[in-house]
């Protein structure tokens, strides 16, 4: 189609913008869906669209650009690349326009036309369309507010392999006087393909009684290839106060707990599922004392009391 255009970082030197950050307080627009999953076979094409809506009362120019992105630590966070780096996905998504001018309250879907090459590999492929909003600044020169957009998710059909590994069930603490506690386990995408887990950390008593129960990556995130993504879980009654003496009397009495507990975590991709474990146990040290005191009073009283009457 030879009116499809490629939006790359040239489309802005060619329009003669310059990237100036605008500091706003929020975004004048929208762009939804905020992730987009499609799925193509080598020599396809995907039609998709974007929805972007002007949320302010005057009428606004948006560009838009293409951005490939990979995971950035542990906690689900993305790096962008700079726009130079156009290798995949970049260059297989097309729009109709470089930019695209609302009305007032006016929104509009934008297509977006994804060609898989025929040589391409199986598995994943990852950019972000991010749209900013072009601006007039007070020396009369265009400018680029900050941007927002869409995380888009291809995966070439294929040959898919959905691999994860499960760390080692960590936490803040093996023996404790009470609540809570805290846990943070560690999914690592061995694949070829972006994966979502899903997973439950469970606590066990002594006795095999379900204690608590706490759902693992309830926001939905996905784990990158070659990278991954720490959960974490708290085991609680209540919030814990301000610590001293007879502060932390009355947390083991809010947060109590006796003896030895097996927590587990279970992590599902799919049809494939991974459990880890670890034992921890709480000892509440001054209920125990508090309550051997009075035993001790008690049985030294009744003795007493026996000498006596003897």
């Known amino acids: 189609m030879n009116f499809m255009t490629r939006i790359k970082a040239l489309t802005f030197i060619s329009l003669g913008l310059y990237f100036i950050i605008i500091p706003l307080s929020v975004h004048a627009f929208s762009v939804s869906p905020p992730i987009l999953e499609v799925e193509a076979g080598p020599g396809e094409a995907v039609h998709t669209k974007i929805h972007i809506q002007n949320t302010s009362n005057t009428k606004k120019i948006y560009t838009f650009t293409i951005q490939k992105f990979i995971a950035k630590g542990e906690s689900g966070q993305q790096t962008f690349l700079p726009p130079t780096e156009t290798a995949g996905l970049p260059e297989w998504m097309y729009f109709d326009r470089p930019a695209l001018e609302l009305a007032p309250?006016?929104?509009?879907?934008?297509?977006?036309?994804?060609?898989?090459?025929?040589?391409?590999?199986?598995?994943?492929?990852?950019a972000a369309v991010l749209f900013a909003e072009q601006a007039e600044l007070a020396n009369g020169t265009v400018g680029i507010v900050p941007r927002t957009g869409t995380?888009?998710?291809?995966?070439?059909?294929?040959n898919i392999l959905k691999s994860f590994s499960v760390g080692t069930l960590q936490s803040?603490?093996?023996?404790?006087?009470?609540?809570?506690?805290n846990f943070s386990l560690t999914v690592k995408n061995l694949g070829n393909v972006h994966?979502?887990?899903?997973?439950?950390?469970?606590?066990?008593?002594?006795?095999?009684?379900t204690v608590a129960s706490?759902?693992?990556?309830?926001?939905?995130?996905?784990?990158?290839?070659?990278?991954?993504?720490?959960?974490?879980?708290?085991?609680?009654?209540h919030e814990p106060l301000l610590s001293s003496w007879m502060s932390e009397l009355n947390e083991e009495i809010r947060n109590f707990?006796?003896?030895?507990?097996?927590?587990?975590?279970?992590?599902t991709v799919d049809a494939t599922t991974q459990v880890v474990t670890k034992e921890i146990w709480i000892w509440p040290w001054m209920i125990l004392s508090f309550l051997g005191f009075v035993f001790a009073v008690v049985v030294g009283t009744l003795l007493v009391r026996k000498r006596m009457r003897t």
């Open 214 to 237: 706490y759902p693992l990556n309830e926001t939905g995130g996905r784990i990158l290839p070659g990278s991954q993504l720490i959960f974490y879980a708290s085991w609680t009654r």
């Open 105 to 126: 309250g006016a929104a509009f879907d934008l297509p977006v036309v994804i060609r898989v090459p025929t040589n391409a590999d199986a598995g994943g492929q990852y």
């Open 257 to 267: 707990g006796f003896g030895r507990y097996t927590v587990e975590a279970t992590i």
């Open 172 to 181: 803040d603490v093996e023996t404790v006087s009470h609540l809570p506690a």
């Open 151 to 158: 995380l888009v998710f291809l995966t070439v059909r294929g």
């Open 195 to 209: 994966i979502q887990p899903t997973g439950k950390l469970r606590v066990q008593n002594m006795f095999g009684n």
